[in-house]
Each structure stands twice: as C-alpha cells, then as structure tokens.
C-alpha cells in the first residue's frame, strides 16, 4: 500500500507556470505508475499525465501534450507535473495516483491523494 500526498497547488494568471508535486511512502514507490488526474466543478475526473515506474515512459492527454510534463525521482519519492502555458480550462482539482501501470482509466489506480487545488485566472 502507498500513501499519496499533492502540493504546488495555487492561484496563477494564464500564460504562467505551476509545478505539482505527489509524496508517496513505502519502499515500493518506483513498483508503481503514477498518475495524474483533474477534476473540475460539475466535470467527471480526467486523465492528465502518467509515468511508468522507471520514468522511462511518458503519455499525455492531448489538452496538457507540449504544456505539461511528468517526471518522477524514486530517490526522493516523488512524482512532479510540470504545467506551463497554463489556461483557465486548466483549473480543477489535481490528484495523483498509484497503480500496477502507466494507464488512462482511473479504474486502473487503486491509490489517491487526496488532491491540490490550480486555479487560473484570464
């Protein structure tokens, strides 16, 4: 089991830049893909961003693709979203999720944070 915890979240203008970070315990960390999702007001959650164990793998969904960037430092635990460019369509409620592999479906993770706030203003 793994314990997941997101930060870097906040109010930004369009056009700036955020970088969401997701903890996670346990000596199995870098067994796991991670994911991340985003969920608006009155919106089902969506895919954003997965990564699998390694790092060695990357995918994106095509509204965040050239915008933002996964990376991931199994040293220290922890699984980064770089966001840049961002607009205000980008503004939910990010989580970060731990599963078997780097898949789209949220069905497919079976450990979450509990999420971090990214608000952009026009």
């Known amino acids: 089991q793994v314990q997941l915890v997101e930060s870097g979240g906040g109010l930004v203008q369009a056009g700036g830049s955020l970088r969401l970070s997701c903890a996670g315990s346990?000596?199995?960390?870098?067994?796991?893909?991670m994911g991340w999702f985003r969920q608006a007001p009155g919106k089902e959650r969506e895919f954003v961003a997965t990564?699998?164990?390694?790092?060695?793998?990357?995918y994106y969904a095509g509204s965040v693709k050239g915008r933002f960037t996964c990376s991931r430092d199994n040293a220290k635990n922890t699984v980064y979203l770089q966001m840049n460019s961002l607009k205000p369509e980008d503004t939910a409620i990010y989580y970060c999720?731990?599963?078997?592999?780097?898949?789209?479906?949220?069905?497919?993770?079976?450990?979450w944070g509990q999420g971090t706030q990214v608000t952009v203003s026009p």
């Open positions: 346990g000596r199995t960390f870098s067994t796991y893909a």
């Open positions: 999720a731990a599963g078997p592999r780097p898949l789209t479906a949220t069905s497919q993770y079976a450990f």
């Open positions: 990564i699998s164990g390694s790092g060695v793998f990357t």
